[in-house]
């Protein structure tokens, strides 16, 4: 059974750019979350998909965050405007439609100069 | 808000010691608990959920869970140098698919 994939591992780029992450979850597997986690923080709820619909927004996610789940398989993350702010890891994750264990990709490294 | 709270440590155990992690949650409703594993550099990794109050166990590691005082354990039995890493305690409310996470505990097995 092959785990949840991130791409890129890691992403250096300069305030003001703009960014694109994609996960791609286990098969079969209808729930896709993201997450972004700064060091000593536990991992912080960004947003949720069921299948291709984007059923949850956390509150502390700017107008420059979207993210999409076009086919109800892979979702891609985007980031505007980068900010220094923008710093850390981008993890992403994925249950089945049956349970609420989550399972976690190796995240994505981001450091905007 | 919902919060869940964990001792940021670190805990200093000796190899072959019981490790006990503890984590609190102020949600009542809350029905989904997990500990996840996470090396440094690293994601997280799952490595027990409990859903009813009691024990479960799953090889070295033993999950408590008590509803009532609102809080959740994480047992480590014949700790190694290799468990040393932060856990993380995640907690999910009724009529909702996100867990609240912890900061998280570092643990330290020394040899």
């Known amino acids: 059974d092959t785990g949840v994939s991130q791409n890129p591992r890691h992403k250096i780029t300069k305030r003001g750019q703009n960014v694109t992450f994609r996960c791609d979850p286990i098969s079969e597997h209808n729930r896709l979350y993201w997450y972004r986690q700064t060091l000593g923080q536990g991992p912080e709820f960004l947003t949720y998909?069921?299948?291709?619909?984007?059923?949850?927004k956390s509150r502390l996610l700017s107008d420059r965050f979207s993210a999409e789940r076009p086919k109800g398989s892979f979702s891609t993350l985007e980031i505007q405007r980068t900010e220094q702010g923008d710093s850390a890891m981008y993890l992403c994750?994925?249950?089945?439609?049956?349970?609420?264990?989550?399972?976690f990709g190796p995240g994505t490294r981001l450091t905007v100069t | 808000q919902k919060e869940v709270e964990q001792n940021s440590g670190p805990l200093s155990v000796p190899e072959g010691a019981i490790a006990s992690l503890n984590c609190t949650y102020s949600?009542?409703?809350?029905?989904?608990f997990f500990w996840y594993r996470q090396y440094s550099g690293k994601s997280p990794e799952l490595i027990m959920f409990?859903?009813?109050?009691g024990d479960k166990e799953d090889g070295r590691f033993t999950a408590q869970l008590n509803k009532a005082s609102q809080y959740v354990s994480l047992l480590i039995r014949d700790s190694q140098p290799s468990d040393s890493a932060t856990y993380l305690c995640a907690v999910r409310g009724g009529g909702s698919y996100i867990p609240t996470f912890g900061r998280g505990t570092s643990l330290i097995v020394h040899p």
């Open positions: 409990i859903y009813s109050n």
């Open positions: 949600d009542r409703g809350s029905q989904s």
């Open positions: 998909f069921q299948n291709e619909a984007q059923l949850e």
């Open positions: 994750a994925s249950s089945h439609g049956t349970g609420y264990e989550q399972y």
